[in-house]
């Protein structure tokens, strides 16, 4: 099997101080364990005009580190894209556990959807098209759900993040874990404001509020880290 070379556009998702360096975990670490079904879908994705959106190899490898420890069976992704993130999920989970997945755009989605059917987890996934607020309050009128999911993932719109942690954190059992991606915004979150292009300011300044709202909640123990773009994970305490 040829070796899989780090590509330029892959470096647009590292915030290390060389692509030399990038290049070096993503070949050496990275690559090497990524599972094939991930390993196409990201090369599919690659050639999409909005392919910065997918998460990063490296972040979702240790997303699949965290959720085999929280030995997840019943998560929350909401943001799905391609489905790079949602078949890493689906891969880690048992065969009986379920994912349900929140995206406005389903179009996405199914760029995924037939690596997703071959690599045999599309059973897994319960496919929601619509905006994240009504189904996770969908989700809480049951009281059945509170405390019933092991793990989420957030990417999404930014602007929402705080009132998905507030709903998340009922859904998530205690021990559970939410992961939120963006959260260094490229590095934009230490850049003076008038140095940022327009188009990215109302983006940092919803993730330099979440980030502050996050240090400051008390119910769960976070570690924000610098992979991909950034990703803040927080472990329900209480």
Not at 34 to 41: G, I, R, S, V
Not at 181 to 206: C, F, M, Y
Request: aromatic residues 8%; charged residues 25%.
């Amino acid at each position: 099997m040829a070796k899989d070379e780090a590509k330029a556009s892959d470096f647009s998702k590292g915030l290390l101080q060389s692509e030399e360096l990038y290049k070096y975990i993503l070949e050496t670490s990275v690559y090497p364990r990524e599972p094939e079904a991930l390993k196409e879908l990201r090369n599919i994705t690659h050639n999409h005009p909005r392919a910065l959106m997918a998460t990063a190899p490296d972040a979702g490898q240790l997303m699949g580190m965290l959720l085999n420890l929280v030995n997840a069976r019943k998560t929350i992704e909401v943001g799905v894209f391609t489905g790079y993130s949602l078949l890493l999920t689906a891969l880690a989970l048992p065969e009986d556990g379920k994912v349900i997945a929140i995206d406005v755009n389903r179009e996405s989605y199914e760029i995924g959807l037939p690596v997703i059917k071959k690599a045999g987890v599309e059973h897994k996934i319960d496919f929601r098209e619509s905006k994240a607020l009504p189904v996770l309050d969908e989700l809480l009128n049951d009281k059945a759900n509170e405390g019933g999911f092991d793990f989420a993932f957030v990417d999404a719109d930014k602007v929402n993040h705080w009132n998905y942690h507030e709903r998340l954190m009922r859904l998530i059992k205690v021990g559970g874990i939410i992961v939120y991606d963006n959260t260094l915004w490229g590095g934009l979150v230490a850049e003076q404001h008038s140095s940022i292009p327009e188009w990215r300011k109302e983006g940092k300044k919803a993730t330099l509020e979440l980030n502050q709202k996050l240090s400051a909640d008390q119910r769960v123990q976070i570690s924000q880290a610098a992979l991909g773009d950034g990703i803040t994970i927080c472990r329900r305490l209480y």
